[in-house]
């Protein structure tokens, strides 16, 4: 199978190797040649483990390569994958499906006869309708098909959710396009994956749905976190309580300072366009947005509330705390609407000074959040500060040394803001210990 894949960010060039990795003859095509020269040098430009490995030796192997020339490739491809980006429009939250469309108007006059479109990106129902009816305006003789296939990559596990998935969702119109989808994800329905087909607009609303009820469990979670603290329960008690039940099930129940990433904010705001463009309110999803905004700040506001306690309620003003962790979760570099944003705002609006450290996410950070002193590492953070902050789930600070922390922090205070750590232990090594939930 040849297939095209346009677009080089993070959905494409993982979902690129991973086709390579299966047998097929890949290539990846990408407007920007910045891009493009780093992918041909060996560099990959995004963070995700163990993906300069698979891109090496598929690249070695043959089967992988990457180009600016569409015109080059286009015409031998079986199957040409859209994987652009859809960032949210500015002011209400639609999805901008400028690239997808200016991708299906430069593609269509060079698609050969029976080529399949397979839209990647996430996009909003119908718009799939709208790629097709662009590629016929262009090429009316034209035997096509325009198909859908959402993604449903983890930043940070993203390879083995393509390789391994719990399902591969395959929206299609015609006969013709599920037959060359089958025959793209063979390897894998071979391992069993469910392979679910189903119409082109379902598929569509599938991705969204999916993001929209998983950030929904999180919400959830969290308000049940904020419940636990006012009734002396353990949130992680209650949520294993309800996650053993099959049917709620026990992955997404971990609280935290609110979902993050280029994902979760911005498909629930996408969908809910959606519901009001056709007159189907989704309220659900409509208080998810708003509990998850309001949580980011609220725990911005613990960390205060926090530091106030410790000293016995005198101000907060001019306090430092050593923030771990600023990206939106573990394993990435990413700080697109990490909760760590509004941490640092809240708090330096309480005029509390920020040291902060991340393993991979600094040189994104330094790009949104300002006036922090950036530090080497975790213990370099603490020096002086009046409390340790956890933010982000990373390994580094799920076993920090605290007899060094208590050395270095002024006073022994964690706010755990992921619950890496026990209560009793803490309390055992001398700290006041402040969880979500507990
Ligand atoms: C998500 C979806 O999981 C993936 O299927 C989709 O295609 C892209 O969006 P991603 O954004 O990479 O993936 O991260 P994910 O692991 O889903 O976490 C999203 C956010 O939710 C993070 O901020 C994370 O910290 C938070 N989260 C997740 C929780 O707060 N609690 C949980 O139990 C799980």
New binding site residues.
């Given amino acids: 199978m040849r297939i095209v894949m346009i677009g080089t960010g993070y959905v494409g060039l993982v979902s690129g190797a991973c086709f390579a990795d299966f047998g097929h003859h890949v290539t990846c095509v990408d407007k920007d040649a910045s891009k493009i020269d780093a992918l041909l040098e060996g560099r990959i430009p995004i963070f995700e483990p163990g993906l300069d490995a698979l891109v090496e030796s598929n690249v070695a192997a043959g089967r992988l390569d990457f180009t600016l020339d569409l015109e080059k490739v286009l015409p031998e491809a079986d199957a040409v994958f859209i994987a652009v980006g859809t960032p949210s429009r500015r002011g209400d939250g639609h999805a901008d499906l400028t690239y997808v469309y200016a991708a299906a108007r430069e593609m269509a006059p060079l698609l050969r006869e029976g080529a399949v479109v397979v839209d990647k990106s996430t996009v909003p129902v119908g718009t799939g309708d709208e790629v097709e009816r662009i590629i016929r305006e262009v090429c009316p003789n034209l035997t096509f098909s325009v198909a859908s296939n959402p993604?449903?990559?983890?930043?940070?596990?993203a390879i083995d959710?393509f390789k391994r998935p719990d399902r591969v969702v395959i929206g299609v119109n015609d006969d013709h396009a599920e037959k060359v989808l089958q025959e793209v994800y063979r390897p894998l329905t071979r391992n069993e994956s469910p392979l679910l087909v189903m119409s082109r607009r379902a598929a569509e609303l599938t991705?969204y749905a999916?993001?929209a009820f998983?950030a929904t469990?999180?919400a959830f979670?969290?308000e049940m976190a904020d419940l636990c603290e006012k009734v002396g329960a353990d949130v992680r008690d209650v949520a294993r309580g309800i996650g053993s039940d099959t049917r709620i099930g026990n992955?997404?129940?971990?609280?935290?300072p609110?979902?993050?990433?280029?994902?979760?904010p911005k498909d629930t705001l996408a969908l809910l366009k959606t519901g009001h463009d056709y007159e189907a309110p989704l309220r659900i999803v409509e208080s998810v947005v708003a509990v998850n905004d309001q949580r980011k700040s609220a725990m911005g506001r613990k960390v205060v509330q926090a530091l106030k306690d410790a000293g016995g309620g005198a101000d907060a003003h001019g306090k430092t705390v050593a923030l771990l962790g600023l990206t939106?979760?573990a394993n990435?570099d990413d700080m697109r609407d990490s909760?760590a944003i509004s941490i640092v705002q809240s708090l330096q609006d309480a005029g509390v000074n920020v040291r902060a450290y991340d393993p991979e996410g600094m040189e994104q950070a330094k790009k949104v959040i300002q006036n922090v002193t950036y530090c080497a590492n975790s213990y370099e953070a603490m020096d002086g500060a009046d409390a340790a902050v956890i933010v982000t789930?990373w390994d580094a600070f799920r076993a920090l040394d605290l007899d060094r922390m208590k050395d270095l922090l002024s006073q022994p205070l964690l706010v755990d803001l992921r619950n890496l750590y026990s209560r009793t232990d803490m309390e055992e090594h001398g700290f006041t210990y402040v969880g979500v939930g507990r």
Avoid: Q, V
């Fill in positions: 993604e449903f990559l983890r930043e940070g596990a959710d991705k999916a993001n998983l469990k999180i979670i969290n992955r997404f129940l971990m609280p935290g609110g979902y993050g990433g280029s994902c979760f939106f979760k990435t909760p789930e």
